[in-house]
């Protein structure tokens, strides 16, 4: 059940940047607040739920990765997904076609299970990888600190399982 809901946490982390760019570029309004105001609101929007996901990965069962045979950075990978968020919102011209646009981009973002990135991770010094381990699964990997550079005998402690092929941890 804590799986569930930190990917549903995740993956609403990854579609959010949808609704806050259409927000601004529809300049929302709230009680007293000005578009202006409320732009500024909706960009915390993403980076409180970062947040959020980074204190409760530590509530998921632990796992560890050991002999790698390869290790990718994927911190870049993952950016004409973003920009595709971005330009999707730009597009649409009403909120009742964003939300219909929104559920469908969430479901399928939730059910692949693999679209976990966050650019705001970035900010908080994580790092994304493909790692393919020695029996040749692929799985991704979000682990804070230094980017890996040597990738010979390297071991992933202290990971959480988001999932089968998702991990979340401190390097």
């Known amino acids: 059940m804590i799986n569930i809901i930190f990917r549903l946490i995740l ?3 990854a579609t959010s940047w949808m609704v806050v760019v259409f927000g601004i570029k529809e300049s929302w309004t709230f009680g007293i607040f000005k578009s202006e105001i409320v732009g500024i609101g909706l960009l915390f929007i993403p980076v409180i739920l970062s947040l959020i996901s980074i204190i409760s990965f530590t509530f998921l069962s632990r796992d560890q990765i050991q002999n790698c045979k390869e290790c990718i950075l994927a911190d870049n990978d993952f950016l004409p997904i973003y920009l595709g968020y971005f330009f999707i919102a730009l597009s649409i011209n009403d ?3 964003l939300c219909f646009i929104y559920a469908i981009i969430f479901i399928f973002t939730f059910l692949t ?3 976990y990135f966050n ?4 900010l ?3 790092h994304f990888y493909h ?3 020695v029996q040749g699964t692929k799985v991704f990997v979000i682990i804070k600190g230094r980017v890996i550079r040597n990738t010979q005998n390297i071991i992933l ?3 959480r399982r988001i999932n089968d092929t998702t991990y979340i941890g401190k390097g």
């Open 11 to 13: 993956t609403l982390n």
């Open 95 to 97: 909120s009742k076609t």
């Open 113 to 115: 299970q693999t679209q």
């Open 119 to 122: 650019p705001i991770f970035l």
């Open 124 to 126: 908080f010094g994580y």
């Open 131 to 133: 790692v393919i381990t």
């Open 157 to 159: 402690k202290e990971l």
